[in-house]
């Protein structure tokens, strides 16, 4: 199981780290993703199928720690079925965007931290570590530590499909003449050959939710589009239309819809 590396032609160069491995795909909290994300979050169901496929290992835990939190969709859903979340991102502007979240809904029993994974300690553990589309941090070297930091269970959420195509996007690349390989992504199925080695128990639940996202106009998609994806500018006319066959009207809103389909691995430690 190895980090996920990346190319330079895919994502804005924010998101991308040069290391002896090569080039790896890095998120970067700005405004604009921070906007998208809490829009798609009132919209999408996968968080509800999520809690849901986690019912049965809730029931039997206290305390949780959200690692990679980012605005806090899992962490304010599970701290309002009573669970003590400790929330943790290496930006602060997501960690002060989930604080201000749970002080509106007067949330309490979320205590939050602007931390690297590296930087935490294992001197506490936790009835459940939970780790969603944290793919850069699930990998061999990393393992112990976070299964030493459970006491009964690690959740880990990951990809199903090696390529990615959120809201169809490898539809956009074959159109324009991209390469549908730079859009491969670690999955599930890398995780799994380790922990059946080792003989670590695990249960696996596989997720399909609807992940779309509402925009206020059809420009604000455009951006979207170009932020996440490096488009040629030479191949913006064809983007536009493309753009202009998908978008849909939802809740008097322009909406890319995108089926996300998602592997949860529950390992009891």
Not at 38 to 47: C, G, I, K, V
Not at 59 to 88: N, P, Q, W
Not at 158 to 185: A, C, H, V, W
């Given at each position: 199981?190895?980090?996920?590396?990346?190319?330079?032609?895919?994502?804005?160069q924010?998101y991308?780290?040069?290391?002896?491995?090569?080039f790896e795909?890095?998120?970067?909290?700005?405004?604009s993703n921070?906007?998208?994300?809490?829009?798609?979050?009132?919209?999408?169901?996968?968080?509800?199928?999520?809690?849901?496929?986690?019912?049965?290992?809730?029931?039997?835990?206290?305390?949780v720690?959200?690692i990679?939190?980012?605005?806090g969709?899992?962490s304010?859903?599970?701290?309002?079925?009573?669970?003590?979340?400790?929330?943790?991102?290496?930006?602060?502007?997501?960690?002060e965007?989930?604080?201000?979240?749970a002080?509106?809904?007067l949330?309490?029993?979320?205590?939050?931290?602007?931390?690297?994974?590296e930087?935490?300690?294992?001197?506490?553990?936790?009835?459940?570590?939970?780790m969603?589309?944290?793919?850069?941090?699930?990998?061999?070297?990393?393992?112990?530590?976070?299964?030493?930091?459970?006491?009964k269970?690690?959740?880990?959420?990951?990809p199903?499909?090696?390529?990615?195509?959120d809201?169809?996007?490898?539809e956009?690349?074959?159109?324009?003449?991209m390469?549908?390989?730079?859009?491969?992504?670690q999955t599930?199925?890398?995780?799994?050959?380790?922990?059946d080695?080792?003989?670590i128990k695990y249960?696996?639940?596989?997720?399909?939710s609807?992940f779309?996202q509402?925009?206020?106009?059809?420009?604000?998609?455009?951006?979207?589009?170009?932020?996440y994806?490096?488009?040629?500018m030479?191949?913006?006319?064809?983007?536009?239309?493309?753009?202009?066959?998908?978008?849909?009207?939802?809740?008097?809103?322009?909406?890319?819809?995108?089926?996300?389909?998602?592997?949860m691995i529950?390992?009891?430690?």
């Amino acid at each position: 199981m190895k980090s996920l590396r990346k190319t330079e032609t895919i994502y804005p160069q924010s998101y991308i780290i040069k290391s002896d491995r090569g080039f790896e795909k890095k998120f970067n909290w700005t405004f604009s993703n921070i906007k998208w994300f809490l829009e798609a979050e009132e919209t999408t169901d996968f968080y509800e199928k999520s809690i849901k496929e986690l019912e049965p290992y809730i029931k039997k835990s206290k305390t949780v720690i959200d690692i990679g939190c980012g605005i806090g969709s899992f962490s304010i859903s599970l701290a309002k079925k009573g669970l003590d979340i400790t929330a943790i991102d290496m930006s602060s502007k997501v960690i002060e965007v989930l604080r201000k979240r749970a002080q509106k809904n007067l949330i309490q029993n979320i205590n939050t931290y602007n931390s690297k994974f590296e930087s935490i300690t294992n001197k506490e553990s936790y009835d459940i570590v939970l780790m969603s589309y944290m793919m850069g941090l699930v990998n061999d070297s990393n393992m112990e530590k976070i299964l030493n930091m459970s006491n009964k269970y690690v959740v880990l959420i990951l990809p199903i499909d090696e390529i990615k195509n959120d809201f169809s996007i490898t539809e956009l690349y074959e159109r324009i003449g991209m390469n549908i390989e730079l859009l491969k992504q670690q999955t599930y199925k890398e995780l799994l050959e380790p922990l059946d080695r080792f003989k670590i128990k695990y249960d696996l639940k596989l997720i399909q939710s609807d992940f779309g996202q509402p925009f206020d106009s059809k420009e604000e998609a455009l951006s979207f589009i170009k932020y996440y994806f490096k488009i040629p500018m030479i191949k913006n006319m064809q983007l536009v239309n493309w753009i202009e066959e998908k978008l849909i009207i939802k809740n008097k809103k322009y909406y890319l819809p995108n089926k996300k389909r998602s592997a949860m691995i529950l390992i009891k430690v």
